[in-house]
């Protein structure tokens, strides 16, 4: 026992501090869509950041005020803790320096600590069966090897929502159906499409035991975040079932209608699945031959049905299908397909 103790120890500080070595500080739209909401609250006690809106095209216009256009979970995750470290002292005069420490900050609280998390579970769950040095492999390379890694201590929103999406599920199977719709509705209230993968497990739970209560608590369970996602929609723009997507930058003019969602399209699909440009085959390669093996020895124990009811075959391929109809599908500024980050943690763990 106090060798695997030992041996948890080791692999929690190591991989701590893997995950934390390069913060990512620097600024790009996305991630300082989430950050300057958070600058400017600690600076002056409001959400809006007119002040900095040069600094990013992720930005909403609304009544006049520069806003986050991004779904809000991880800016309400991170801004006390922001302001306990300005309470602490450690913001300064000059802004961007502060803006630097809140990214850091949010890369390491909503996508370093949730992916340490999960490889630690997946490390723990193989010393059970059988504590060999080989573990510390199996439980970070399959994370390590690809794309996603590089996000790892960036302040996006898909490792967290990918991290959310597995909770929901374990949650889902073990019939805790009030806390699976919690968490499924903080993955929308984190990334808004990855709601399509507790969505498709709810469906596939209902066709196995065609219980409808099952619905009914998972929506239950869903209804304090969304109610929280209404206030906060009604007190950006005035209106309960406004995004600030409604309110873009006029160079994302496209995301007005349908919020940039339309028919998938096969050169976007074959751009996410095995073009050297974004496909997730060539940026996660343990990917295809994870699906190949699981597909096979599935197919020799099970029907068709069972096949189609498995927890990732059809939805990881109709989430595909979904961003590839985005208009934005290859991410804009990004490495490998980063839409595609939540329901490949789901495979990896999985």
């Not at 340490?116 to 059970?128: A, D, N, P, R, V």
């Not at 990855?194 to 239950?220: A, T, Y």
Request: hydrophobic share 50%; charged share 10%.
């Amino acid at each position: 026992m106090q060798l695997k103790n030992n041996g948890l120890f080791v692999f929690v500080i190591s991989i701590a501090v893997l995950v934390s070595w390069f913060p990512d500080y620097l600024f790009n739209y996305n991630t300082l869509s989430r950050a300057l909401p958070i600058v400017s609250y600690c600076e002056s006690g409001h959400l809006y950041f007119d002040k900095y809106e040069s600094l990013t095209g992720d930005r909403s216009y609304i009544n006049g005020h520069v806003y986050s256009d991004k779904a809000p979970l991880p800016v309400f995750i991170v801004l006390p803790m922001a302001k306990l470290i300005q309470s602490a002292g450690f913001f300064s005069s000059d802004p961007n320096e502060n803006i630097k420490l809140v990214l850091t900050l949010g890369g390491y609280v909503i996508s370093a600590l949730p992916l340490l998390i999960l490889m630690t579970i997946l490390f723990q769950y193989l010393e059970k069966d059988n504590s060999n040095w080989k573990n510390y492999w199996l439980a970070t390379l399959p994370f390590m090897s690809c794309f996603c890694w590089i996000y790892n201590a960036s302040f996006y929103g898909h490792i967290f929502a990918g991290f959310l999406v597995i909770l929901c599920y374990y949650f889902l199977e073990k019939r805790k159906l009030y806390l699976a719709g919690l968490l499924a509705s903080f993955v929308f209230l984190t990334e808004y499409p990855p709601i399509l993968l507790p969505v498709f497990w709810l469906l596939q739970l209902f066709i196995r035991e065609r219980k409808s209560n099952h619905v009914l608590q998972f929506g239950i369970g869903a209804v304090p975040a969304l109610i929280g996602l209404l206030a906060y929609n009604y007190f950006i723009t005035g209106h309960l079932f406004t995004l600030g997507y409604d309110y873009v930058d006029p160079a994302f003019e496209t995301m007005k209608t349908n919020y940039g969602f339309s028919w998938p399209k096969p050169d976007a699909f074959w751009g996410l699945t095995f073009s050297l440009y974004r496909g997730i085959f060539v940026y996660a390669p343990i990917l295809l031959p994870v699906i190949i093996l699981s597909v096979w020895k599935f197919s020799k124990l099970a029907s068709f049905k069972a096949f189609i009811l498995h927890a990732w075959y059809v939805p990881f391929f109709a989430y595909i299908i979904l961003i590839s109809g985005y208009f934005m599908w290859n991410g804009g500024w990004a490495y490998g397909p980063r839409h595609l980050i939540p329901p490949l943690l789901f495979i990896l763990f999985y």
